[in-house]
């Protein structure tokens, strides 16, 4: 058989050439993705695709497509190696069938009534599986050896391939949804360790504030002269003893005198064992319940656990400074 060299596309109209190039693999992405789609839709326009699908591999097997077409069908239609072998079948059973139908004889005629020469060629058109089954019976025959099951494995593999591209889709946004959570969880993580941080934070600023609002800032402690002149208020130096608690900023000593002791002001020295650790002038006097007395603020970081000695002495009208009394005492820190 000689092979076709005209284009099998062009006898068909517009519809008809789209599904062709369809079948053939000669539409663009974006318009094959379109008429798949549309295959699950309209079942006149797919069965019009499985009808065609027949006509390629009729006309595959009869040499009737270009070859342009022939190649088109082989890449992309004859996939499988059982689609290759049916092909083969088929073009092998039409040529036994061309050749059978060649080989054997017009029916025998009346010598008398010889076939005119316009109904010889007629005649021999006639194939030998027509002439046994009739053309439509021996044109199905045909149909059924040459496709073999093969549209309904392209009806399978466009589905399967539209419902594979469909999960791929679902997986790819189930994918981005959980790396989406896993964002959110570890964002949800680390301020959850922040907030934990700051609560660690707040409740130890929390402590350390209630600790020093147990604390008093400035105690306040009434000293005694060591020889004072009032028997009332003589003390030993072994009782007075200030205690000192973590936190305490300030010591308020209350310095007693005799009640003859008025001068215009007075001036305290603070001893540890033999060294000056701090001293002040200008210091007035004032009434107590107890008595006379004068005050002292002293910063509480100056002490250690020790033993001190304070010096009070008097400054007359005149500018001359006279001893009033020594005041012994202990501190102790805690």
Known sequence: MAQKTGNYTDTHDEVGKMLIRFLLGELPEAEREKLEERFFTDEELFQQLLVLEDDLAEAYASDG????????????????????????????????????SSSIPPPAADASRQPSPRRQPQQA??????????????????????????????????????????????????????????????QER???????????TEQNQRAKLESQLRTPVMVSFALASEYSRSAATRQSSGGNQVVLSSGTQWVRLQLDLDDADDYASYRAVLF??????????????????????????????????????LKLSGVTSAGSVEEVGNYQFRVVKR
Do not use: C
Not at 86 to 96: M, P, S
Not at 190 to 196: C, N, P, T
């Open 65 to 100: 497509l270009s070859p342009h077409e022939r190649k088109q069908f082989v890449k992309h239609l004859l996939v499988s190696e059982q689609q290759r072998e049916n092909a083969r079948f088929n073009q092998g059973f039409l040529k036994v069938i061309t050749d059978l």
């Open 125 to 186: 058109r006639h194939t030998w599986l027509e002439l046994l089954l009739g053309p439509k019976l021996a044109y199905g025959l045909i149909l059924v050896f040459a496709l073999g099951g093969g549209s309904w494995l392209f009806l399978q593999n466009s589905r399967l391939g539209a419902e594979l591209q469909q999960w791929e889709t679902e997986r790819g946004k189930w994918n981005q949804q959980q790396e989406a959570l896993q964002q959110q969880l570890a």
């Open 190 to 200: 680390d301020r959850g360790a922040q907030l934990a941080e700051q609560l660690v």
């Open 272 to 309: 540890q064992e033999t060294n000056e650790i701090w001293s002040q002038t200008m210091l007035p006097s004032r009434r107590t319940a107890a008595g006379r007395a004068v005050t002292l603020n002293l910063p509480a970081d100056i002490f250690s656990t020790n033993d001190y000695a």
